[in-house]
């Protein structure tokens, strides 16, 4: 693997794992019932735990030193550095902080960079599990050194969603649950597994079909797009035109159910697009 992208992904994954050590010593506390700092940010399902800022300090620090001309955008301390930058690098420093706090290995830090406003490279550790999904524009995508490809599937009856909520789910009704009831009755199943950079990577990977969602952040985003793109996947925002992740809405699919999957949305959420 060379060139930019490449060289920056070398640097994602290391300072990935690094954080992704701090997580698993959190996720370890929590599975022998101690305390693990849990607040809240919007809501009663929006949390946060002192771990998701340790992790992102650890994110943070080594970017700034490694990449002082680099802007940063991370969940929970904002945004920081140069205006403008040609390279901007988009940091959850714990997806999946509910699944964290229950002790459910599914959760995983996220490390994704842009070159010149376009997804170029990320990463994204599971330390629970000992999984790291990787890409970069132009080199592949892997998990745990293995190359991935989405999968042949070509019919939505038979496939295996993805989707998420947004955190106010119970008192905003532009909340996802008529399509979530949509595609249950056209898919074969429909997961919601509380993690967006693991819903791509699963994507990725040919063990899920296809992922929708929207009102995320573009840290939600920015290293499983890599990862997805690389392994062959077709992504979009709900109208099928060109995915920008800092827009928050997002289809991605094998490609084969992709334009299945925004005829549903079409359907079910018509007033989106009027």
């Not at 940091?91 to 999946?96: A, E, F, I, S, W």
């Not at 000992?130 to 524009?137: K, P, Y």
């Not at 990977?205 to 929708?212: E, F, K």
């Amino acid at each position: 693997m060379s060139g930019e992208a490449g060289e920056a992904l070398l640097l994602a994954r290391e300072i990935a794992r690094d954080a992704g050590d701090i997580l698993r010593e959190g996720w370890r506390a929590v599975t022998s019932a101690s305390d693990v700092g849990v607040g809240f940010k919007r809501g009663r399902t929006d949390l946060v735990t002192d771990y998701d800022h340790r992790s992102e300090a650890c994110i943070v620090r080594a970017l700034s030193g490694a990449c002082p001309e680099d802007a940063i955008v991370a969940e929970e301390s904002g945004a920081r550095g140069t205006r403008g930058a040609r390279r901007r690098w988009l940091v959850d420093p714990l997806d999946g902080t509910t699944n964290f706090v229950h002790g459910l290995p599914l959760f995983a830090v996220s490390i994704g960079l842009e070159i010149e406003g376009e997804p170029a490279a990320g990463v994204v550790v599971a330390p629970a599990l000992d999984w790291e999904f990787a890409g970069c524009a132009g080199g592949g995508a892997t998990w745990n050194g293995r190359t991935l490809a989405v999968s042949s599937e070509d019919a939505l009856e038979r496939a295996l969603l993805v989707t998420g909520f947004p955190y106010d789910r119970a008192t905003n009704p532009d909340n996802n649950l008529v399509n979530w009831e949509r595609f249950q009755r056209r898919a074969q199943g429909v997961r919601r597994l509380g993690a967006a950079a693991l819903d791509l990577c699963f994507v990725a990977a040919g063990w899920l079909d296809g992922y929708w969602e929207f009102r995320l952040q573009p840290w939600d985003l920015a290293a499983g797009v890599v990862i997805a793109r690389e392994a062959g996947a077709r992504t979009s925002d709900w109208r099928g035109g060109p995915l920008r992740i800092d827009a928050g809405e997002i289809v991605c699919s094998n490609g084969r159910i992709h334009d299945a999957m925004l005829a549903v949305l079409r359907g079910d959420s018509g007033a989106l697009f009027e």
